[in-house]
T-cell receptor, first 113, second 112 residues
Framework: DAGVIQSPRHEVTEMGQEVTLRCKPI?????LFWYRQTMMRGLELLIY????????DSGMPEDRFSAKMPNASFSTLKIQPSEPRDSAVYFC???????????FGNGTRLTVT | GENVGLHLPTLSVQEGDNSIINCAYS??????FIWYKQESGKGPQFIID?????DKRQGQRVTVLLNKTVKHLSLQIAATQPGDSAVYFC???????????FGAGTTVTVRA
């Protein structure tokens, strides 16, 4: 089992640039989540999908953030334009169903200068 | 909003001793609780979970206790090993709200 795969592991970009984070969930998992982790705010849920459909995006900070899931094996989180306050570790997680625990990837560390 | 909080931000344990990590939650509607372990540079890793209709659940070297009366959750690690050094998070999920909310985390350091 390869687990949840995220890319890139590290991303350094300049303010104003577009950033795209990628995630491949565990095969067969119907739920996919995007979390952000910072020292100040801990782990925050940004958005989650069920069967490729966005269910709750109330955690998305603002319109600069968008997420898509074009198929069951791929999701993206895009920030455009990026700002220094977006610097954080972004995690993708997936679960089999509502009664199963989340399995996390190893995250993408984003630094916006 | 309601959130999950931890009593102790850090815990230092002698190798071989038992560890107890505590967590308080405020949402009485929470139905599902999970403990995660996060090592440096990695994502949170599932340890054990418990539902609100139970008060105790055991895994390999770990036990989770749930006290709904005082809204308290704890994780006990038996015979703590150096590999147990990590940040431990409790997380809760509401019965009607499939959103896992995480506590602040407790850093556990195992002394050799």
């Amino acid at each position: 089992d390869a687990g949840v795969i995220q890319s890139p592991r590290h991303e350094v970009t300049e303010m104003g640039q577009e950033v795209t984070l990628r995630c491949k969930p565990i095969s067969g998992h119907d739920y996919l989540f995007w979390y952000r982790q910072t020292m100040m705010r801990g782990l925050e849920l940004l958005i989650y999908f069920n069967n490729n459909v966005p269910i709750d995006d109330s955690g998305m900070p603002e319109d600069r953030f968008s997420a898509k899931m074009p198929n069951a094996s791929f999701s993206t989180l895009k920030i455009q334009p990026s700002e220094p306050r977006d610097s954080a570790v972004y995690f993708c997680a997936s679960s089999f169903d509502r009664n199963s625990p989340l399995h996390f990837g190893n995250g993408t560390r984003l630094t916006v200068t | 909003g309601e959130n999950v909080g931890l009593h102790l931000p850090t815990l230092s344990v002698q190798e071989g001793d038992n560890s107890i990590i505590n967590c308080a939650y405020s949402n009485s509607a929470s139905d599902y609780f999970i403990w995660y372990k996060q090592e440096s540079g990695k994502g949170p890793q599932f340890i054990i979970d418990i539902r609100s209709n139970m008060d105790k659940r055991q895994g390999q070297r770990v036990t989770v206790l749930l006290n709904k009366t005082v809204k308290h959750l704890s994780l006990q690690i038996a015979a703590t090993q150096p590999g147990d050094s990590a940040v431990y998070f409790c997380a809760e999920e509401g019965l009607f709200d499939y959103k896992l909310s995480f506590g602040a985390g407790t850093t556990v350091t195992v002394r050799a």
